[in-house]
C-alpha cells in the first residue's frame, strides 16, 4: 500500500485547484514527480505559489515530491515569506 502524499493550502490557493472542498487533500501519488509537474496535477499554477514545504521544510521550485510526503503551499499574500530562500537550511 503507497503512502498517501497529503496537500495543505493555505489563505486564497484554498479556492484553487483539484480537491478544494477537502483539507488536507490526500493525492494517490505513486511515483516521485517534480514540484512543477505536481502543481499541475493539483490544477494550481506556480506563480501564484509563494512558499512550498515538503515535510515542514521550505524546498525550491526543483524539489522533487514523493509518496508520503506532507505538502503545504502558500500564496503569494503571504508577505511575511518573502525572502523565505534565504533562511533555508
Known amino acids: 500500500m503507497k503512502a ?3 496537500v495543505y493550502l493555505f489563505g486564497s490557493l484554498r479556492n484553487e485547484g483539484k480537491g478544494k472542498d477537502t483539507h488536507p487533500i490526500p493525492y494517490a501519488l505513486q511515483t516521485p514527480m517534480s514540484l512543477l509537474e505536481f502543481l499541475d496535477c493539483l490544477g494550481i499554477a506556480s506563480d501564484r505559489v509563494q512558499l512550498v514545504m515538503v515535510n515542514h521544510r521550505a ?7 514523493h509518496p508520503g510526503d ?8 503571504y508577505a511575511i515569506f518573502a525572502d523565505w530562500k534565504n533562511f533555508r537550511g
Open 4 to 6: 498517501v502524499t497529503k
Open 70 to 77: 506532507r505538502i503545504a503551499l502558500f500564496p503569494k499574500e
Open 59 to 65: 524546498v525550491s521550485p526543483e524539489h522533487a515530491i
